[in-house]
Every structure is written in C-alpha cells, then in structure tokens.
C-alpha cells in the first residue's frame, strides 16, 4: 500500500496532528466518515479526498465531456460530502452515495448545457508519455512514437465511442467498466432496479461493440 | 438456454460476477451456438479496448482548490439562528407570559372620578391657572384698568392677519 505523504494544506491541516498511518488507512470508507461526522476530523477527510479524487474526477470529466468542468464538479462532490457530514447514516456504501452525488450533478450539468466539447483538454490529461523524449530513449525502455501515436488514436476512438452514448448508458458503463461498482450499487445510484440496469449495460455494450469493431477486430486476431 | 435468455447473464458472465450455475449455462449454450460464440469473442476483445483508456490524473492544483472550499466554509448564520430551541429561550419565553398573565389579571388602582365632578375640577384648575398667569405678567400689573378701558374695546376681536411678506 503507497503511503500517504503529509498535507499541506493551509486550512485544513494542522503538522501537529498529521497521523498518517496504517491504522488510519485501512479504516473503511464509513467509519472515515463517521470521524469527519462526529469530530469534523479532518484527516479523515483528507483521505477520503485522496481515496476518491481520481475516480471521481475521471468519471466526471467522461461524463461531462471537460476536464476543467469535471474538477470542478468533483470539487463540488467533496464540498457536498462535508457539508452533509452531520447528518450522514452509513445506510448504504460511501462509494454509493458519493456517486449518486456525482452521478446527478453530472446529468443536472449536462441537461444545463453547461459542459464544453473540449476534447483537447481531455487528450492533454492523457499521460501516454513524454513526446519531447528522444526516440533512442523510448526505443530502449517504452513503445515508440509510431506506438504512441496509435495508442493514442486507439484512446480517442474509446473515448469518442463512449462519450456518444446516451448520459444514462454512460455512467452505467463508467461505474461498471472503470469503477467496478456492483449492479445494486449503480442501480441505487442511477435509481433504477437491477434487471433495469443489466438491460442499459447490456445496450450499452452492444453499442460500443458496433462503434469499436475495428479495435475489437484487431485485438482478437 | 436460448440466445434471447443469454442476453440477460452476458454482462454478469463478463465481468465476472456471474454464478457458477450461470457460467456453466452460458458455457454450454456457447458450445452449441456459433453466433454467440462469435459474438462472446468479440465481447471478451471489447473488455480488452476498453482498458486501453488512460486514466485522468487530476490537477495538481485539485487538492488545495477542496480543501480551500472546505475551508471556506463557515457556519451559515441566519437572522433567525437565535430562534433555535433552547433551555434560556424557553426561560425567557415563559417568564414574558408569566408577567403578561400577572399584568392583565392585576385590579385596577385608581377609582375614576364621577364625570360631573371631574368636569368641575378641570374648570376650577383652569381658571385658578388664567388667573396666575395673568397676575405673573409684568405688563398686565393693573388688570382692573385694562379690562374697563373702554378704548379696547373698540379694537376687532382677533388681531388682522400678517401679510405674507413680512413673515
């Protein structure tokens, strides 16, 4: 497991009571959130910011087409999770609500038409490699130009195909391909039942198997 | 198992969460059917592209912006914060109507005069007051002399107004 380097943040940590340590890491989910309910620990919160910043903002940005707009709706998430942590009941998952969270303010962003088609900033956020690196340098150790360059066209043509899904059909296949969430999970949080959710994945990747045959092509020979 | 039937375990069968009982159905249709053997090949070739998507790092500026929001993020106060229920307020609330109660039911202390009487009183109180004034006034010494001057009685009765001008 990576350690966690301290914060240093100007607001919410004090270096006196930074506590990293196993213990804290392998707290689960809700009891983290239990601590930042009942002491307003912010070193609970802060790992729960660590834990979850990824995910939260690459599911974000895929649905909202912007990565500019994603960080700030992710921003918006964990806003939302700490102001709502006094009245937090560990019903259901913390991933479960946290997406629910994220999921609605994703779809309320899109139905508002406040999203950009920037696919630029999203192809700067891939992090392929290096392209001012020496090609005898990524001959010896990484894959070459050519492979880069294809990889990265391969990236765009999935990202472009997933992106045109219907928003619902998208983060259905987002929570499920790339946050590995169980069905019950996405189903709570696109509120809908679990044989609803099987059907919308089901179209959903049959959809991306049309739009990608040329890939699916390549990758089964 | 027919190809319609499959369509609902194909995702569970994918991903790995199928049952055993449910792999093993889906298994035995695969071996019989070519076109959903084709199609679980293709299937098993998509899961594959699909890893192929980069992951999105966020910003390096990310943390900070969060915990920056959540800094900033003071205790709403509201004009009627004050109004929240609590021990004094309900002291306090009490104690008003106690004294309300104690007020409304407390008997009146002063008699009122009889309205003939009182009416006597108020003239008598008037012109003892005329007359004091008139007796202070330095000009008015003689009174006698001045209510019997024949010549001011000829004066009108209320003094001509001013013209606007010399106001």
């Given at each position: ?33 239990l ?32 990565r500019?707009m ?44 406040r ?19 020496p ?30 899904l ?13 946050q590995?969430?169980d ?31 040329p ?7 | ?22 792999r ?27 890893d ?16 920056r ?12 914060k ?33 309205v ?5 009183v ?28 024949d ?17």
């Amino acid at each position: 497991m990576r350690a966690l380097e301290p914060v240093n943040g100007p607001q919410l940590s004090d270096p006196t009571r930074v506590r990293y340590n196993v213990e804290a890491m392998v707290r689960s989910d809700v009891q983290l959130m239990l601590d930042v309910k009942a002491t307003g620990d912010e070193v609970s919160f802060e790992l729960l910011l660590r834990k979850y910043r990824c995910p939260l903002v690459n599911f974000l940005a895929r649905m909202v087409r912007d990565r500019g707009m994603a960080e700030e709706l992710a921003q918006e998430v964990f806003l939302r999770v700490y102001r709502a942590r006094k009245g937090y009941a560990p019903s259901a998952k913390f991933t479960t609500w946290m997406f629910r969270i994220a999921s609605n303010l994703a779809l309320n962003a899109i139905r508002d038409g406040r999203y950009r088609q920037l696919e630029i900033s999203m192809d700067q956020s891939v992090e392929i490699g290096d392209d001012r690196a020496p090609s005898w340098e990524v001959a010896d150790r990484r894959p070459g130009a050519e492979q880069e360059l294809i990889a990265r066209d391969r990236a765009a043509i999935i990202q472009r195909a997933i992106e045109q899904l219907p928003d619902k059909q998208r983060a259905a296949v987002l929570l499920h391909k790339y946050q590995e969430l169980d069905y019950d999970e996405i189903a709570r949080i696109l509120e809908c039942s679990e044989a609803a959710l099987k059907s919308l994945l089901f179209r959903a990747y049959e959809t991306l198997r049309v739009q990608l045959a040329p890939l699916v092509g390549q990758q089964k020979s | 198992m027919n190809c319609e039937k499959l369509e609902t375990k194909w995702i569970a069968y994918f991903d790995g969460k199928a049952s055993a009982s449910e792999r093993r159905d889906v298994e035995a249709h695969l071996d019989t059917c070519g076109a959903c053997a084709q199609r679980a090949a293709e299937y098993r070739a998509l899961w594959g592209v699909l890893d192929e998507l980069p992951a999105i790092a966020p910003s390096a500026s990310f943390d900070a912006a969060v915990r920056r929001r959540v800094a900033s993020e003071v205790p709403t106060r509201t004009s009627w914060k004050w109004f929240v229920p609590s021990p004094r307020l309900a002291f306090a609330v009490s104690c008003l109507l106690v004294l309300s109660v104690w007020f409304a039911s407390r008997p009146a202390q002063v008699e009122p005069l009889p309205v003939a009487s009182a009416t006597a009183v108020t003239a008598q109180a008037s012109s003892e007051a005329d007359f004091r004034m008139i007796n202070d006034l330095p000009e008015l010494e003689n009174y006698d002399v001045l209510t019997n001057f024949d010549a001011l009685s000829d004066l009108p009765a209320t003094p001509a107004a001013q013209p606007a001008s010399h106001m």
